[in-house]
T-cell receptor, first 114, second 115 residues
């Protein structure tokens, strides 16, 4: 079936550095999402993105976070600067429409901030 | 906002046995409901999506029941086999037109077979 890819699978960085997480969504999908899962906790919604704009974001989507998808390339989540509490697995998802649509998930990027 | 409680967090059964995972949600405006399966190193795979007041859906080796009156969603795995070992997540999303299509997830149930 359709697959969402995430690059890299693991990333270790020092606190205060910038990090960019990359997502290659399903090719004909129009809506894109990031979710965050801290070890042992629930997966939580961060943001969704459509037509070049953030449509909805949660309180977890701090000012240090930004998303973009320039020219139909990777859908990216940038964190600048990173903090210790940003350590988590970040899941990207995409869907064809915005309601009652299956969100297809990638395998996640494990981010460790030291 | 919506809160979803999923239980149990861990579940082990013998091959051929059945098992039930239950999610309880709080927001009566939650409208769409999903079960996802996650195998190690893989993304979440959709098992079933449901809506409407009360619905029983049967898939391959499982049954999903939605009871909106009690705000409860359940996944019944029938005749467990090794391929069922994974983490299972329920998720809910709100009514269309509310301006949100975020999924709110349960904490997950780690399901395994007793050797």
């Amino acid at each position: 079936g359709p697959k969402v890819l995430q690059i890299p699978s693991h990333q270790i960085i020092d606190m205060g550095q910038m990090v960019t997480l990359n997502c290659d969504p399903v090719s004909n999908h129009l809506y894109f999402y990031w979710y965050k899962q801290i070890l042992g906790q629930q997966m939580e919604f961060l943001v969704n993105f459509y037509n070049g704009k953030v449509m909805e974001k949660s309180k977890l989507f701090k000012d240090q976070f930004s998303v973009e998808r320039p020219d139909g390339s990777y859908f990216t989540l940038k964190i600048q600067p990173t903090a210790l509490e940003d350590s988590a697995v970040y899941f990207c998802a995409s869907s064809f429409r915005d309601w009652y649509a299956e969100q297809f998930f990638g395998p996640g990027t494990r981010l460790t901030v030291l | 906002g919506e809160q979803v409680e999923q239980r149990p967090p861990h579940l082990s059964v013998r091959e051929g046995d059945s098992a039930v995972i239950i999610c309880t949600y709080t927001d009566p405006n939650s409208y769409y409901f999903f079960w996802y399966k996650q195998e190690p190193g893989a993304g979440l795979q959709l098992l079933m999506k449901v809506f409407s007041s009360t619905e029983i859906n049967e898939g391959q080796g499982f049954t999903v029941l939605l009871n909106k009156k009690d705000k409860q969603l359940s996944l019944n795995l029938t005749a467990a086999h090794p391929g069922d070992s994974a983490v299972y997540f329920c998720a809910v999303s709100p009514l269309p037109g509310t301006g949100s299509n975020r999924l709110t997830f349960g904490k997950g149930t780690k399901f395994s077979l007793i050797p």
